[in-house]
């Protein structure tokens, strides 16, 4: 499916650190490289999967370390490249061919880690894109590819000015939206069947907006043991998209 892009305008050059991470980057057509460094040592072990077309350049250790700074576990590769240019929601949807789509939304994220993580597990149980918004939320950065351990490169990362209006965008195209909040009926027996889903998860420590809810066909929560008060974001994307996987489509 060839979609239009669009710049990201939030971030410029950047450094791509760890060996899944900057493969994962090489094989991808989209990625922008302007320069490979790596040790002799890492060299050896991975030159076969490095693109012929690709230069690297050699380097020690230290040097490494002095553009990265702080203690990042760089496994002796670093690659300068652009954040992806990702496509706007009208477009995708308007493009895509999928019957069956899950699509993650997440009303505001300001953990990159976590970010790259939900790429991760979004990228793991097939969902086809992940939604966050434009203001208030983090963008891709070395910290949100590392953590999503090459996933950024395979799930398009989708910026919305307002949720409410991407909600209303994917209804228009037969998604059935459910918001993941502790006040929703738990487990997702009512909304296995459903072909097309937009599952929707509120910013760390806030939950879900009053006007985010109310545009929800359903809440769902994850039942906990009362030992904790919450799952991490990330984990309880995960948790809620291995229950969507298993349903039944008819």
């Not at 700074?69 to 929601?89: A, D, F, M, R, S």
């Not at 006040?183 to 929707?200: E, L, R």
Request: charged residues 25%.
């Amino acid at each position: 499916m060839m979609i239009k892009t669009r710049k990201n305008k939030l971030n410029k050059d950047y450094w791509i650190y760890g060996k899944h991470t900057v493969l994962a980057a090489l094989a991808n057509f989209r990625r922008k490289i302007y320069e490979l460094l790596i040790t002799q040592e890492t060299y050896n072990e991975i030159k076969s999967t490095i693109p012929c077309k690709i230069a690297a350049k050699i380097v020690e250790r230290y040097e490494i370390d002095k553009i990265l700074g702080g203690n990042q576990v760089h496994q002796g590769v670093i690659l300068k490249t652009n954040p992806l240019e990702q496509p706007n929601l009208k477009d995708f949807l308007n493009l895509s061919k999928n019957e069956i789509s899950t699509i993650v939304i997440i009303d505001k994220i300001n953990d990159p880690q976590n970010l790259g993580a939900i790429l991760r597990s979004s990228a793991a149980f097939d969902a086809d894109a992940v939604i966050i918004t434009k203001e208030n939320s983090v963008r891709e950065t070395a910290v949100s590819a590392k953590a999503s351990c090459g996933a950024i490169e395979n799930i398009p990362l989708i910026s919305v000015t307002n949720i409410s209006d991407a909600i209303k965008l994917l209804k228009k195209h037969e998604f059935w939206i459910i918001g993941m909040d502790a006040t929703g009926d738990k487990g997702f027996a009512k909304v296995n069947s459903f072909k097309k889903t937009g599952i929707i998860f509120g910013s760390e420590g806030e939950g879900l907006r009053k006007l985010t809810k109310e545009n929800c066909d359903f809440l769902i929560s994850i039942p906990i043991s009362n030992k904790v008060e919450s799952l991490n974001l990330s984990n309880a994307v995960a948790i809620s998209l291995f229950e969507l996987n298993k349903k039944e489509l008819y």
